[in-house]
């Protein structure tokens, strides 16, 4: 017997417990929203049925995943409370989704972010970033997933990562199969419950063996509790957080598919508003429940291991009571199965609403529901399929691909932007600004590989491929913006009209007398709005 319980493996039973218990009470949740759906409104968006804490602890099961808790652990062991100035700043662009972009998704009464932004622009555009989305779903976001998850299980439990990873892609995909957006979004309550709860225990638990945060701070460098770094800083400079990190986070929060599909499914634009502004609020949490715990999970083993161990090495270890590996663990699972999920469901809805449907846009209800589920089915084999070959990546490498995002998403987010404020623009010049940027993005990246691999002899391109992620992130997305800008003032116009209500820079009159942007009526989400900026400034002064 060890601290109250035998060791099954490498699990307490309480442990194993916590984890069984966890199960049923997902099959039980699966169970109760997961039924038929008839239609594809139903299917892909809930039928219009998520109330605003349903939306906003959606959004924050969904952004927060598997490849977080071990990205920002050991990064948090590594550089210190930095790494929350960036979820910070991130949580800030949710504000610009809550009051820019929501009430203009939700008049849109669209499916998909490409088929909001084929309305605006042209249908190349569309399938541009329909495969675009599809993509980053595929490779990116599955492949980062999974690997996260299969490792933090293989090594906090001992178990075998192909079986870890098998496990939850087959949780994850019965009920995004059998249920669509509706069980998916309402689970994801549950999940987020799970992972709060579960990393907030680990977190109390961990400062209380280190003596609170106060002794913390005696106990490592300094600079591990400085939140502003140097211009020079290879990894957070305060300039790169303060204008490339917002980049980064409008992708997240008013692009992607994850998010908006959220919004659209809403009862209301009003719950829609509420839902994203809660969800800012709950991704301040991060810095709390995974940056911290890597800076004391780093002072509690940092003796033999690296600081991208710290947190995976401190859970399986034995200085943690019964009980806490299981809450961590089932967080770990929770974060995982409601990430797949949504992936599941949003490439699913990207190929059957802006691939199949528009090139069958006379095809039933019934029908496009039945693609809905064989496509949210083939992208669950192809998950599976993927499993043999991630398991084999390394963790520096995955660490890279973590912050891919930086070099792939600011064409889009420029794109977006420039569109929705200026109608000038064109599809030739969104065209351009996405397949000129996003090659320039790509390259970098394989370049800031194949220099972490020491493939590059130049010193000039190796100079290069050092710039700072941040930094090139800001780069890019003023060059690409620049791009669409050029090429809309020397091609022919096409958007020197009356835009659509649903894409124009105001929403109709109608839209905002019904009360979502009137002022008078929306003094408490102001007010909430207000608070939220006055949290996150507080809290990077506190770190000064």
Known sequence: MEQG?????????????????????????????TKPENNNFDYFLAGGSLGWINIGFSIFAVTISSEHMLVFTGAGAKYGIVVGWFTLMLCLTSLLMAWFFTPRYYQ??????????????????????TSYLLLINLIIKISLSLFAGGLLLQLTLGWDFAISAFLVVFVAGIYSIAGGFRAIAKIDVFQAIVMILGMSVFAIVGLEKVGGLSILQTHVPSHLFSIVKPMNHPEFPWTGLLLGAPVIGIWHWCIDQFTVQRVLGSKSAAHAQKGVILAGFLNILPVFIFVVPGIFAMALVSKTHLPQDAFPSLVASSILPAGVKGMVVISIFAALISTLASCFNSSATLFTRDIFHYLNPDTHERELVLVGRLATTAVVIWSILLIPFIRYIQIEIHSLFFFIYAYITPPVVAVFLVGMLWKRSNSRGVL????????????????????????????????????????????????????????????ESAAIVDLPASISTIPSTDFVGRGLMNI???KINIGISTLLIIIIISIVIKFL
């Open 5 to 33: 319980g035998f060791l099954f493996g490498n699990v307490f039973i309480l442990d194993m417990l916590i984890i069984v218990v966890y199960f049923i009470f997902l099959l039980i949740v699966g169970i109760r929203f």
């Open 108 to 129: 849109s009464r669209v499916f998909t972010v490409p088929e909001f932004f084929g309305t605006r622009f042209s249908k190349s555009s569309r399938l541009f970033l």
């Open 432 to 491: 351009s600004a996405l397949v000129i940027g996003t090659t320039i993005g790509l390259a970098q990246f394989v370049l800031v590989i194949l220099n972490y691999m020491g493939i590059v002899d130049s010193s000039g391109l190796a100079q290069i491929a050092e710039i700072n992620l941040l930094h090139f992130a800001i780069m890019l997305f003023v060059f690409s913006a620049g791009i669409m800008v050029i090429i809309s003032m020397i091609t």
């Open 520 to 522: 008078k009526n929306n």
